[in-house]
């Protein structure tokens, strides 16, 4: 079994920044693409960013030059740093990855952490 756990949500002002961690725990023999989705009320889930296990990054167009993905491997951990914030960015954050474990190949999501900004 694989377990993501988020962190780092919070209430924030707008144009303030917010890093939110996912670590994964479990059976993990190899963490592949981890990215991170967000969901807004009323809204459905979407992609905010990927990364893969080398290390390249792709977002989505409205977070561009304001949020950076990035992970530690060693760590089995992928962030989300968050600046220049939005109302528009509140949302619950999810973490995904791509994780190959004893049982196969499996798509694990976290909980999620919400994230508010307040305008």
């Known amino acids: 079994q694989v377990q993501l756990v988020e962190s780092g949500g919070g209430l924030v002002e707008a144009g303030g920044s917010l890093r939110l961690s996912c670590v994964a725990s479990g059976s993990i023999l190899r963490l592949n693409d981890m990215a991170w989705y967000r969901q807004a009320p009323g809204e459905q889930r979407e992609l905010v960013a990927t990364?893969?296990?080398?290390?390249?990054?792709n977002y989505k167009d409205s977070v561009k030059g304001r949020f950076t993905i990035s992970r530690d491997n060693a760590r089995n951990t992928v962030y989300l740093q968050m600046n220049s914030l939005k109302p528009e960015d509140t949302a619950v954050y999810y973490c995904?990855?791509?994780?190959?474990?004893?049982?196969?190949?499996?798509?694990?999501w976290g909980q999620g952490t919400l994230v508010t900004v307040s305008s």
């Open positions: 995904n990855a791509d994780a190959i474990t004893t049982r196969g190949l499996l798509k694990v």
């Open positions: 990364i893969a296990r080398g290390g390249s990054p």
